[in-house]
């Protein structure tokens, strides 16, 4: 079945750092991809997305590219802010539709 | 700004006690969720709607129940909560569950849920 595996955290950075955080999936087919945040007390929201190979999903000075090669989703930003610490989940959905299946979620501490 | 709410942010109630959690979107979106959420570990679906057509998860426990008395509204009744059901509920709306296309889902802040 289809699945999502994330790097574990937590991360923790210091502002203006560099972020990766890894995610690999496996699925079926060409899955869509996304990358969820969620701060403290709030629900999901929706940081970007990528539908079909080689594209790039950007929002807020992240990104992240569809690696149908590698499998992978990995999200980076150049300069991290404290504003940033929250939990980022990955999530695909397969060919076929339906369900969101989530990554475990990578929490992240930027430190000032 | 088109959202999707819900009622209320925080919600206790007492073991055994029914309780009902209230989701409503201005999305217009076909297909309402609903998740349980437990300390940040990632949403699990507990069942959705298409239009009226409810889609039950398999491991949904059956203490579990919604309604969708219309497009904008949905309910989680939660008949005789337990401790082990205090969590984060996460209502979520998307436009369609079309095969081959992506499709975004648009969450609610979530209730958080206190049994005592």
């Known amino acids: 079945g289809n699945s999502v595996t994330q790097m574990e955290g937590p991360v923790t950075l210091s502002e203006e750092a560099f972020l990766t955080i890894n995610c690999t999936y496996t699925a079926t087919g060409y899955p869509s991809l996304f990358w969820y945040v969620q701060y403290p007390g709030e629900g999901l929201q929706l940081l970007l997305k990528a539908t079909k190979a080689d594209d790039k999903g950007s929002n807020k000075g992240f990104e992240a590219t569809y690696r149908k090669e590698t499998t992978s989703f990995h999200l980076e930003k150049g300069s991290v802010q404290v504003s940033d610490s929250a939990v980022y989940f990955c999530?695909?959905?397969?060919?076929?539709?339906?369900?969101?299946?989530f990554g475990q979620g990578t929490e992240l501490s930027v430190k000032p | 700004d088109a959202m999707v709410i819900q009622n209320p942010r925080y919600q206790v109630t007492q073991f055994g006690k029914p309780v009902t959690l209230s989701c409503s979107q201005t999305?217009?979106?076909?297909?309402m969720y609903w998740y349980q959420q437990k300390s940040s570990q990632a949403p699990k679906l507990l069942f959705h709607?298409?239009?009226?057509?409810?889609?039950n998860e398999a491991d949904t426990p059956d203490n579990f129940q919604s309604r969708r008395p219309n497009t904008s509204f949905c309910f989680l009744d939660i008949r005789s909560p337990g401790l082990g059901d205090a969590a984060m509920y996460l209502c979520?709306?998307?436009?369609?569950?079309?095969?081959?296309?992506?499709?975004?889902?648009?969450f609610g802040p979530g209730t958080r849920l206190t049994v005592t």
């Open positions: 999530a695909l959905t397969g060919n076929q539709g339906g369900k969101l299946i």
């Open positions: 999305l217009n979106h076909n297909v």
């Open positions: 709607y298409y239009d009226k057509d409810f889609n």
């Open positions: 979520a709306t998307s436009r369609d569950l079309t095969s081959g296309s992506s499709y975004e889902q648009y």
